[in-house]
């Protein structure tokens, strides 16, 4: 990549005959000074030392370089030498003194040349041996950031001002490089001086910036072009040194570090400053389809994954000297054979690496320090299942392994007892006992904290025994709960008083990716795949916003695992896991389409109405209407906070208001049976509010809420909504405007994937008169808002509704046309048996003529067709006048005749 | 380019090694024996932590596996003493191993020298 910018230079040169002539530096080192042309900050201060980008050049660097490498070769041509003079003055002497005895000391007095040998071999070894021990003298690391520091300031330097520390010494070799190339490349194009832009390119060809390619799915191909041309404006001139904004890049990447606890800056930081500082490149990745988030994000996963390298290799360190068994290093505890036989020794887990390493939980690891440094009390974790309760116990035993606890917890091991295999199978007396004898290991043997997973298991009979051993101050416990059975079983309970609660949250979606991607390395080696990023970020959005029963980040890590999974088992090796295929499993777990919209998709889209006037005739503002709210749903224009779309449909029945939120669920959500339908009539008194939403105390959901939060896709009909009590309606203007509601168990039912459609029968007297006398459809809506249905709606509850339609009556033409599509049906239905079916014009315009009234529009039409055209075929099967391959034709007047089919 | 970065390579390496050569003999006997210094005193406290000595001193009177009765204590008393002697020689004989390293280090370099100088001139000249 960086090869081809340069070329892209030397073209550019021969364009404008502008052949920069580099220059060797006449001085071995030049005097570095801050710049003195400062119009911004250019400086960090941290512990009162001041820390700043001195001025580099194209020299400096060469200088840096050259540097480097003079002290490379020395170490390995010292160290070669040393090597093979010491080998071969050894090797000389041995064989000239034999394999056999040990020579004697006299030999060692005799002048030789072996000796002479093996003595310079030691001698260029003594001086190896210096020069390796002052390279590792005169390296420097990043200063340790106090754990409360806050994230140090910006200041402005003088150009006099001394103890100034020069931030370079921090850069690690990577980033030198990316400099140094940032520099070469300024210069091939005779830019006057390195901009953030050039620091970009320049660290692009460090690994770190591949990985980032190839997980973005980007490929250098698609951006070199609008770098070049980007590259080409810049400034000419003699080569003076970096920009103010590429010296903060140098700045801000050495803060990076600095907060990120690294030792050094690496190629990475300047890359991913290089980018927020050139708001060009930005514009150009996100025409690539990533944003600057998504590439923050990234540029975090490849840090983690560092991260926790480097956490590992100390992990394992310390893992060797920590204890594993019963006993302790002192050996002042004792064996603990009830305890083992219903626990689990954490700290030996995590020795043996089979608990995970964590990733952003250190707050609440803190916490828990705190409350067992602050007294007898023990921490009791309470939080959701699947936020990461198990994962704080697993990080707090990797500490402890690690000895990077509080004194209470040194030497000490973490052992989570298993209440179920506790309890389970014996009488309560039999559970106490073993308790008991279990807590009396612990108390002697003083090396064991406990953790319980689901404190609420432990029974009303086992509590008090733990509680009063656990006040005595002989050990701690870490437990964990669910917020509701800490409300329900602990809170108030013996348990509640001897444990302090800390909370475990959900973390945001931007944590969860981050604790995804610390994930993702075991799940990519495990099934043997390659996560693209989309497919993490999908991983964590599509799971929090479809997936309502569960928390993140379990459940987020549950979809990669199975997208995983599939994804090898379809591609094979290596197979790469797109945000495509983290769609598809989301859309087969939900029935919600949550893929890109495909090419044929979009068409049908664009078309729905036409589709959907396949079911519906007439009424086109409520199709128009309904097909848009499908088309903003699908294009993800929707507010996330509100159901996918809401309306009110008014009208007469009869006239398709049910139909269409049938072929609205069929269309969007896949079937018709993807629709919940509540008849209000049920709802006609403020108590039945506990049929809707649970009564209070009790411990069950209500009718509807339970029905849409196991079914949270899909077509919420509120069937003849005029009926309902208005205490109902107000539940409802909730539901319409914040897309959720509370059930009496204090659970959160969504309504955000729904689309709710409520029908009125409410001035349908009005509408057929109105329509009867030619008022246009605006007026009629108009004038049912402003006066017929004040009476029974409040005016911020119709607001509420994305649309109030209108369905007028049908007319006798339409009437016609329900009749074709009855016929089609029934069609159809015989297509099964074999048998063809054929209805004459002149007997389609008599039955819909029979099935038209305009009070009740196509209802009476169903029971017609059912009389006259049903019943006739059935008494014709029965009778057996129809056989396969017949095909029977219905005339004027219910004739019925039978057209022989050809025989086999 | 390439032929003026390698020149400047070239001069570095020169500059470097002449200047590292005449350094090496102060340098072995001021910064370098601070840092071997330093280097045994590490070894030794690693080796101290690795046997437990510190540990086993500490807990010299403390009870192991939780036998508090009187023959438990003894017991335990006199174990711990072998333990806590038993581990202290290892990290004595770890230590005189570091001493010996150390002054295998202060050696090393003039005998280098004299090992180069008589095997070189006995040559020449017996």
């Avoid at chain 1, 990475?268 to 990745?285: M, R, S, V």
């Avoid at chain 1, 989570?416 to 389970?424: C, D, E, R």
């Avoid at chain 1, 009488?427 to 108390?443: G, K, N, W």
Wanted: aromatic share 8%; hydrophobic share 45%; glycine share 6%.
């Amino acid at each position: 990549m960086f090869n081809f910018f340069c070329v892209i230079a030397r073209r550019s040169h021969r364009r404008r005959g502008n052949l920069v002539v580099y220059a060797v530096p006449k001085r071995l080192l030049r005097r570095q000074t801050p710049r003195n042309d400062k119009s911004m900050p250019n400086g960090f201060s941290i512990n009162k030392k001041t820390y700043i980008a001195l001025n580099l050049d194209h020299h400096v660097m060469e200088e840096r370089a050259a540097k480097a490498s003079s002290l490379r070769t020395i170490s390995g041509i010292s160290f070669l030498a040393s090597m093979i003079l010491f080998l071969a003055g050894a090797g000389l002497f041995v064989y000239q003194n034999g394999f056999t005895t040990f020579p004697e000391i006299a030999t060692f007095f005799r002048p030789t040349f072996s000796l002479m040998l093996f003595s310079v071999g030691v001698l260029v070894g003594c001086f190896s041996f210096m020069h390796q021990s002052e390279i590792t003298r005169h390296l420097v690391f990043i200063p340790k950031r106090d754990r409360n520091s806050l994230s140090p300031e910006l200041v402005t330097v003088d150009a006099g001002q001394k103890d100034t520390i020069d931030i370079i010494q921090f850069f690690h070799p990577s980033a030198l490089k990316a400099l140094d190339s940032a520099f070469v490349l300024a210069e091939r194009f005779g830019h006057a001086r390195v901009e953030p832009i050039h620091v970009f390119v320049g660290a692009i060809e460090d690994d770190a910036a591949s990985i980032l390619f190839g997980r973005l799915g980007l490929s250098f191909e698609k951006i070199k072009d609008p770098i070049s041309r980007r590259l080409s404006t810049r400034q000419l001139g003699a080569l003076s040194g970096l920009d103010d904004a590429a010296e903060q890049v140098l700045l801000f990447a050495f803060r990076n570090a600095y907060l990120e606890d690294r030792d050094h800056v690496t190629a990475l930081e300047l890359f991913f400053e290089a980018f927020k500082a050139e708001p060009y490149l930005a514009d150009l990745f996100q025409e690539q389809g990533v944003s600057a988030e998504q590439f923050e994000n990234m540029v975090e996963w490849i840090r983690i994954h560092e991260k926790i390298q480097d956490q590992y290799k100390r992990f394992q360190k310390a893992a060797a000297s920590k204890p594993t068994g019963a006993m302790n290093r002192s050996m002042t505890s004792v064996a603990t054979p009830i305890l083992d036989a219903f626990s689990e020794d954490l700290t030996a887990d995590a020795v043996y690496g089979r608990l995970p390493m964590m990733i952003g939980r250190e707050e609440e690891i803190e916490q828990v320090f705190r409350v067992i440094e602050g007294g007898r009390e023990s921490a009791l974790l309470v939080g959701p299942h699947g936020v990461g309760k198990g994962s704080v116990l697993a990080g707090i035993a990797a500490l402890m392994v690690e000895e990077r606890v509080p004194d209470v917890l040194k030497d000490k091991r973490l052992v989570k007892i298993s209440i179920p295999h506790l309890v389970s199978g014996v009488p309560i007396e039999t559970a106490q006992e073993r308790l008991l004898l279990m807590l009396d290991e612990v108390s002697r043997s003083r090396n064991i904290i406990l953790a319980l997973m689901d404190l609420e298991q432990l029974t009303a009979d086992l509590a008090p025994l733990l509680n009063e051993y656990l006040s005595r101050g002989a050990s701690f416990a870490i437990a964990t709960t669910t917020p509701q059975d800490y409300t329900e079983s602990i809170e108030r309970s013996v348990l509640g008083r001897i444990f302090q609660k800390v909370s475990v949250d959900e973390p945001d979606q931007k944590s969860a990716i981050r604790i995804l991607e610390s994930k993702i390395g075991g799940i990519e080696y495990q099934k043997k795949v390659i996560f693209r990023y989309d497919a993490v970020e999908k991983c964590v959005k599509l799971s929090d916003r479809y997936m309502h029963e569960q928390y993140l980040p379990k459940k987020a890590i549950e979809i990669a695992r199975e997208v995983a999974e599939h994804v090898a088992k379809s591609r094979g090796e290596n197979g790469v896991v797109t945000g495509e295929d983290v769609a598809k499993i989301i859309a087969s777990k939900t029935g919600i389409p949550v893929t890109n919209v495909a090419e044929d998709e979009k068409m049908k889209l664009l078309h729905l109405e036409d589709e959907m006037h396949g079911r519906i005739i007439g009424q086109d503002e409520a199709v128009k209407a309904v097909a848009s709210a499908l088309r903003r749903a699908r294009a993800d224009l929707r507010p996330g906070s509100r159901p996918i779309a809401s309306f009110l449909f008014l009208g007469s029945t009869g006239v398709g208001k049910t139909e269409l939120a049938k072929t609205l669920a069929a269309t969007y959500f896949g079937s018709e049976q993807m629709m919940i339908r509540v008849d209000m009539s049920e709802y006609q008194d403020t108590r039945s509010i506990d049929k809707l939403i649970g009564a209070p105390g009790s411990k069950q959901g209500g009718l509807f809420s339970e029905a849409v939060r196991t079914r949270p896709f899909a077509v919420v009909l509120l069937d003849e909504l005029e009926k309902a009590d208005p205490a109902i309606l107000n539940v409802f203007l909730q539901i319409l405007d914040d897309g959720r509601v509370t059930d009496a168990l204090g659970r959160v039912i969504d309504f955000t994937n729904t689309i709710i459609i409520a029908t009125s029968n409410a001035g349908t007297q009005y509408i057929q008169d109105a329509v009867g006398r030619g008022e246009s459809t605006n007026a009629i809506k108009t004038h049912l808002l402003e006066e017929e249905l004040r009476t029974i709606y409040r005016p911020e509850f119709l607001n509420r509704f994305d649309g109030v339609i209108v369905f007028k009556p049908l007319e006798e033409s339409q009437i016609v046309e329900i009749t074709k599509l009855m016929i089609a049906q029934v069609t159809k239905r015989l297509e099964g048996k074999g048998i063809g079916f054929q209805v004459t014009d002149a007997e389609v315009l008599e039955l819909a003529h029979k099935g038209y009234d305009p009070k009740f529009g196509a209802r009476p039409l169903r029971r017609v067709v059912q009389e006259e055209v049903d019943n006739a075929i059935a008494n014709a099967l029965l009778e057996g006048k129809v056989q396969r391959r017949d095909t029977i034709v219905l005339d004027v007047g219910g004739v019925m005749s039978i057209q022989k089919g050809q025989a086999l | 380019m390439k032929s003026t970065q390698s020149a400047l390579v070239l001069k570095h390496l020169l500059a470097d090694l002449i200047r590292e050569i005449l350094f090496l003999p102060v340098w072995w006997y001021t910064i370098g024996l601070a840092r071997m210094v330093v280097w045994c005193g590490q070894s030794i406290k690693g080796a101290a932590q690795t046997t437990g000595l510190s540990i086993w001193a500490k807990n010299l009177f403390v009870p192991m596996y939780g036998e508090t009765t009187i023959s438990g204590k003894l017991i335990s008393f006199f174990m711990r003493l072998i333990m806590v002697i038993a581990r202290g020689i290892a990290t004595f004989v770890w230590m005189i191993v570091a001493l010996l390293l150390f002054v295998a280090y202060l050696a090393v370099f003039p005998l280098s020298i004299l090992g180069i100088l008589y095997h070189g001139l006995g040559m020449v000249f017996v």
